[in-house]
């Protein structure tokens, strides 16, 4: 069974840093499709950032240049890097996966999903 866990979540002042985790078991993070989505309230679910399984990675226009995406497969763990946050980041975190993703960024695309963990950017 595939599952999913997000850490890291936490408020931080404008420009500052913060270090998302997902540890994932029922699949080796080697094969698969992950990515990281966030929801603000009373806003759609947009995909932040995605890495597939040789390592390509795609971002979203609002992760560019602040965030990125990385995973240890060893640890079976991926983690997004925020950098310069911003109020507007303000949203739960998402980490999904996928056996494949053709449209890295599309919700659609991942029928495994996290709880998610909460990010709140204070200005």
């Known amino acids: 069974q595939v599952q999913l866990w997000e850490s890291g979540g936490r408020s931080v002042q404008a420009g500052g840093s913060l270090k998302l985790s997902c540890e994932a078991s029922?699949?080796?993070?080697?094969?698969?499709?992950m990515a990281w989505f966030r929801q603000a309230p009373g806003k759609e679910r947009e995909g932040v950032a995605a890495?597939?399984?040789?390592?390509?990675?795609t971002y979203g226009d609002s992760a560019k240049g602040r965030f990125t995406i990385s995973k240890d497969n060893a640890k079976n763990t991926l983690y997004l890097q925020l950098d310069n946050l911003k109020p507007e980041d303000t949203a739960m975190y998402y980490c999904?996966?996928?056996?494949?993703?053709?449209?890295?960024?599309?919700?659609?695309?991942?029928?495994?999903w996290g709880q998610g963990t909460p990010v709140t950017v204070l200005s």
């Open positions: 999904a996966a996928a056996p494949y993703c053709a449209i890295p960024l599309r919700r659609t695309t991942y029928p495994n």
């Open positions: 029922g699949f080796h993070s080697s094969s698969r499709c």
């Open positions: 890495i597939q399984s040789d390592g390509s990675t």
